[in-house]
């Protein structure tokens, strides 16, 4: 099963962590999208999953889509979504 998460903050990170840890998601199938340089520098260094700067055409091979991002960047996100 894919897994994509976007949205790599302290939710988004927690969402991967207890995929991974709990052997629902293989860390190779689970993609984070983040946009902010140093956070992708962080999660890079966590090695959960793989990361992504943009959202691209992966999005459309996932199995399920987990939206980790704060309420006020939700309109512009569905936006891009569409």
Same mark, same amino acid.
Request: hydrophobic share 45%; no cysteine; proline share 2%.
């Given at each position: 099963?894919?897994?994509?998460? =976007?949205?790599?903050? +302290? ?13 629902? !998601?293989? +860390? +190779?199938?689970?993609? =984070? ?11 890079? +260094? !966590?090695? =959960?999953?793989? !990361? ?6 992966? =999005? ?8 980790? !991002? ?13």
């Amino acid at each position: 099963m894919k897994v994509g998460i =976007i949205g790599g903050g +302290n939710m988004g990170l927690a969402y991967a962590r207890s995929l991974v840890g709990k052997n629902i !998601v293989e +860390n +190779n199938e689970l993609f =984070i999208y983040e946009s902010f340089p140093e956070r992708v520098l962080f999660l890079k +260094n !966590v090695e =959960i999953g793989q !990361v992504k700067v943009e959202l691209d055409e992966s =999005i459309e091979d996932l199995d399920v889509l987990v939206l980790a !991002v704060k309420p006020q960047s939700f309109s512009e996100l569905s936006e891009t979504l569409k």
